[in-house]
């Protein structure tokens, strides 16, 4: 087959080892690129006390490459990983906050260190993943226009949709950036798996969580790389101590508490990594659990500045948002912050949102960017107002 341009030959694709990665790396052989397969080595083994898929993952990204003839490299990121993702990842437990290593990661590390990796050493023309998001270039650049900038869009499959970790992009690498998956549903992304023979990746259990967490819990693997700290438990209404516990880190807003002895089920509202205290409530739906509007850092956005946001104005900007990739999106109005950051009102009071998340903005099927939250409002019970959305 031809290519769609000649503006690109050359495309090194980011494999994981995965059925998603595997198929775009079929799709785009087949309609004559150029591909060179990359591994990205982001985390050491030999850090993972449990059971990281690195190994398996390596084989299974060499022998796709293997069947279908186009060349393998492994590129080790460790050093950088660790300095720009997991340093942050750690820093910000200690902080109290919830950080997403995934964003971080597609951040730092997959459009910034693979891509200049791509264009600058393999001399490839663009570079392409198996993620689940769409461009307005096109999901192989096909529509590609020098000097202009491109749009990230919503995938076909809205279960699958990945442009919530790709809410930090650069521009100018989303402009070199193809997503042959993207306007694919999963089940066809299986089916085009299996009829081409690619078993090996086609029966392969899909990853889920973090792999530098490996199979140990979270209270375990955390427990090696911050201190221990003391702290109490305090339930919001009595204000009295009802427990201790051993650092704010290992807990969420919004997770439950199990406290032996007590006779409700308890669920964080707060926590305070200054004095490690954790304010519990009883029941899922205390209104100590929801907020109407939160703060966050300076936003990135990925075309453009949203007009009402632009400098030396000061209007109300509204779209949608969610702050957790599974959610349904929510309306929400954007203001600017003194510090550049974003004050933001929410059209329904929510649960659970924690410092230190992502918070990211949609217009239709765009995704226009994100910022990260610093700060919760008050809740409906410092305001003595009742949930009514549930």
């Given at each position: 087959?031809?290519?769609i341009?000649?503006?690109?030959?050359r495309v090194?694709?980011?494999?994981?080892?995965?059925?998603?990665?595997?198929?775009?790396?079929?799709?785009l052989?087949k309609?004559?690129?150029?591909?060179?397969?990359?591994?990205?080595?982001?985390?050491?083994?030999?850090?993972?006390?449990?059971?990281?898929?690195?190994?398996?993952?390596?084989?299974d990204?060499?022998?796709?490459?293997?069947?279908?003839?186009?060349p393998?490299?492994?590129?080790?990121?460790?050093?950088?990983?660790w300095?720009d993702v997991f340093v942050?990842?750690?820093?910000?437990?200690?902080?109290?906050f919830?950080p997403?290593?995934?964003?971080?990661?597609?951040k730092?590390?997959?459009f910034n260190?693979?891509?200049?990796?791509?264009i600058?050493?393999?001399?490839?023309?663009?570079?392409?993943?198996?993620?689940?998001?769409?461009s307005?270039?096109?999901?192989?650049?096909?529509?590609?226009?020098?000097?202009?900038?491109?749009?990230?869009?919503?995938?076909?499959d809205?279960k699958?949709?990945?442009?919530?970790?790709?809410?930090?992009?650069p521009?100018?690498?989303?402009?070199?950036?193809?997503?042959?998956?993207?306007?694919?549903?999963?089940?066809?992304?299986?089916?085009i798996?299996?009829?081409?023979?690619?078993?090996?990746?086609?029966k392969?259990?899909?990853?889920?969580?973090?792999?530098?967490?490996g199979?140990?819990?979270?209270?375990?693997?955390?427990?090696?790389y911050?201190p221990?700290?003391?702290?109490?438990?305090?339930?919001i209404?009595?204000?009295?101590?009802i427990?201790t516990?051993s650092?704010?880190?290992?807990?969420?807003?919004?997770?439950r508490?199990?406290?032996?002895?007590?006779?409700?089920?308890?669920?964080?509202a707060?926590?305070?990594a200054?004095?490690?205290?954790?304010?519990?409530?009883?029941?899922?739906?205390?209104?100590?659990?929801?907020?109407k509007?939160l703060?966050?850092?300076?936003?990135?956005?990925?075309?453009?500045?949203?007009?009402?946001?632009?400098?030396?104005?000061?209007?109300?900007?509204?779209?949608d948002?969610?702050?957790?990739?599974?959610?349904?999106?929510?309306?929400?109005?954007?203001?600017?912050?003194?510090?550049?950051?974003?004050?933001?009102?929410?059209?329904?009071?929510?649960?659970?949102?924690?410092?230190?998340?992502?918070?990211?903005?949609y217009?239709?099927?765009?995704?226009?960017?994100?910022?990260?939250?610093?700060?919760?409002?008050?809740?409906?019970?410092?305001?003595g107002?009742?949930?009514?959305?549930?």
């Amino acid at each position: 087959m031809h290519l769609i341009r000649n503006t690109f030959k050359r495309v090194a694709l980011g494999i994981s080892g995965g059925v998603d990665s595997a198929v775009s790396a079929l799709l785009l052989k087949k309609k004559g690129f150029d591909v060179t397969g990359v591994f990205m080595k982001n985390w050491d083994p030999l850090e993972e006390s449990g059971n990281c898929s690195y190994n398996y993952d390596l084989e299974d990204a060499e022998w796709l490459c293997t069947k279908l003839e186009i060349p393998f490299k492994v590129v080790d990121f460790v050093k950088d990983y660790w300095n720009d993702v997991f340093v942050k990842f750690i820093d910000e437990y200690i902080q109290g906050f919830t950080p997403n290593p995934d964003v971080l990661c597609n951040k730092y590390i997959k459009f910034n260190k693979f891509f200049d990796y791509s264009i600058n050493y393999l001399n490839c023309d663009a570079i392409a993943t198996g993620h689940y998001a769409n461009s307005s270039f096109g999901n192989f650049l096909e529509y590609y226009k020098s000097n202009s900038r491109v749009q990230l869009l919503k995938a076909k499959d809205v279960k699958k949709d990945q442009t919530f970790f790709l809410c930090q992009i650069p521009q100018l690498a989303l402009q070199k950036t193809m997503f042959p998956v993207g306007n694919l549903m999963k089940s066809e992304v299986k089916q085009i798996a299996h009829e081409n023979e690619l078993h090996r990746i086609y029966k392969k259990r899909e990853s889920v969580g973090i792999c530098f967490i490996g199979s140990r819990n979270f209270k375990e693997f955390i427990s090696e790389y911050v201190p221990k700290y003391s702290g109490r438990i305090i339930h919001i209404e009595s204000g009295k101590q009802i427990g201790t516990h051993s650092g704010v880190h290992h807990w969420g807003v919004g997770q439950r508490f199990r406290i032996a002895g007590f006779p409700k089920r308890t669920y964080i509202a707060q926590k305070t990594a200054e004095t490690q205290d954790v304010l519990v409530v009883s029941g899922h739906d205390h209104e100590a659990l929801y907020i109407k509007g939160l703060e966050t850092e300076p936003p990135h956005w990925i075309c453009d500045i949203p007009e009402s946001l632009q400098d030396g104005r000061n209007s109300v900007f509204t779209c949608d948002f969610r702050f957790q990739h599974t959610h349904p999106l929510l309306k929400c109005d954007l203001v600017k912050s003194s510090e550049q950051g974003l004050i933001i009102n929410l059209e329904k009071p929510l649960s659970s949102v924690c410092a230190g998340q992502f918070i990211v903005f949609y217009k239709e099927n765009e995704c226009i960017g994100g910022a990260k939250i610093i700060r919760c409002g008050p809740s409906l019970f410092t305001l003595g107002e009742t949930v009514t959305v549930l």
